[in-house]
T-cell receptor, first 115, second 114 residues
Framework: AQKITQTQPGMFVQEKEAVTLDCTYD???????LFWYKQPSSGEMIFLIY??????QNATEGRYSLNFQKARKSANLVISASQLGDSAMYFC????????????FGAGTRLFVKA | DTGVSQDPRHKITKRGQNVTFRCDPI?????LYWYRQTLGQGPEFLTY????????KSRLLSDRFSAERPKGSFSTLEIQRTEQGDSAMYLC????????????FGSGTQLSVL
């Protein structure tokens, strides 16, 4: 069964606007962590933001925020004030205690930022 | 701290040949992971180590794949009798331990099987 689902293969956003990338996950483990990574065309995986399952507040890192809705099992990434350099693949990922704390990834969303 | 390094960056081989990749994690990182990524897809988990112990190997991994981390430092991933379907980017990542908040990735080894 799919553990991480990213339903948007591609997204377009105008420069300086905000964009939301969707992610839903499936777990029965009460202890888990959710991540977003960015992969530019150069290929390196860049960590963006982390949310623990017990965290009460949504995580924020600069222009990135994670909209965590635990009951809905969603962990959407919000990028504010998009920049041309934000054009990349974005992956949602999850780490579970029952999975031995290994991290599994979704299929990704390709974001295109238009000037 | 020099980051996670992988060698080689690119490997071209003929079908049926064996290949070996190396990963040097960040020093003192106990956990080391191998992933495979094909074009336009997310990284697919292959296997991971806690120090020198291989804790899990993906069921998707055939017996042609083997990984080692003999002294709990660097790791090697070997693919025997390569097939065209093995063509992919092989990513290595490490973190300090089970509850480390993020993975530190290497630049990957791009394998092309002709």
């Amino acid at each position: 069964a799919q553990k991480i689902t990213q339903t948007q293969p591609g997204m377009f956003v105008q420069e300086k606007e905000a964009v939301t990338l969707d992610c839903t996950y499936d777990t029965s483990d009460p202890s888990y962590g959710l991540f977003w990574y960015k992969q530019p065309s150069s290929g390196e995986m860049i960590f963006l933001i982390y949310q623990g399952s017990y965290d009460q507040q949504n995580a924020t890192e600069g222009r990135y925020s994670l909209n965590f809705q635990k009951a809905r099992k969603s962990a959407n990434l919000v990028i504010s004030a998009s920049q041309l350099g934000d054009s990349a693949m974005y992956f949602c990922a999850m780490r579970e205690r029952t999975g031995g704390f290994k991290t599994i990834f979704g299929a990704g969303t390709r974001l295109f930022v238009k000037a | 701290d020099t980051g996670v390094s992988q060698d080689p960056r690119h490997k071209i081989t003929k079908r049926g040949q064996n290949v070996t990749f190396r990963c040097d994690p960040i020093s003192e990182h106990n956990r080391l992971y191998w992933y495979r990524q094909t074009l336009g897809q997310g990284p697919e988990f292959l296997t991971y180590f806690q120090n020198e112990a291989q804790l899990e190997k993906s069921r998707l991994l055939s017996d042609r794949f083997s990984a080692e981390r003999p002294k709990g430092s660097f790791s090697t991933l070997e693919i025997q009798r390569t097939e065209q379907g093995d063509s992919a980017m092989y990513l290595c990542a490490s973190n300090p331990g089970p509850t480390g908040e993020k993975l530190f990735f290497g630049s990957g080894t791009q394998l092309s099987v002709l």
